[in-house]
């Protein structure tokens, strides 16, 4: 699942999945709270991955989390890891590092944009 409200990352990200065949499906949405709308929806879909920009307008990456982790209390036993991608400038290392501790989730943090070597390491970290 991609979310990120910036379209053009979206079309970007997007494209390099199914390049790299990455992928069965790709759900993409433009922001936190339809995200939320439609996990909640289609309560059967429950993603492997989510590539999850930090800075949106509305709901931010952090508040989906905080959300979708309330409202997902079997998280921390799926198998589902939560990307968060940022600006290279910024610095959230720790802020993720405690986030995933305090709430028992795999969050892993990559630089914008995605690349095929970004790809390959999601895929690789998430096989192991």
């Known amino acids: 699942m991609l979310i990120d409200d910036n379209k053009v990352d979206n079309f970007f990200h997007e494209r390099i999945i199914k390049k790299n065949d990455a992928a069965d499906?790709?759900?993409?949405?433009?922001s936190g709270e339809e995200a939320l709308t439609y996990l909640n929806t289609n309560t059967n879909l429950k993603p492997d991955v989510i590539l999850?920009?930090?800075?949106?307008?509305?709901?931010s990456g952090w508040d989906f989390i905080e959300e979708y982790i309330e409202q997902n209390h079997h998280l921390p036993t799926c198998n589902c890891s939560i990307v968060l991608l940022i600006s290279e400038h910024q610095s959230l290392e720790n802020d993720i590092l405690k986030l995933a501790e305090e709430k028992n989730v795999f969050i892993a943090l990559k630089n914008k944009p995605v690349?095929?070597?970004?790809?390959?390491?999601?895929?690789?970290s998430k096989l192991k």
């Not at 499906?25 to 433009?30: A, L, W, Y």
């Open 25 to 30: 499906t790709i759900v993409v949405k433009e």
């Open 52 to 59: 999850l920009d930090i800075n949106m307008p509305g709901m």
């Open 115 to 124: 690349t095929h070597e970004v790809l390959n390491d999601i895929v690789t």
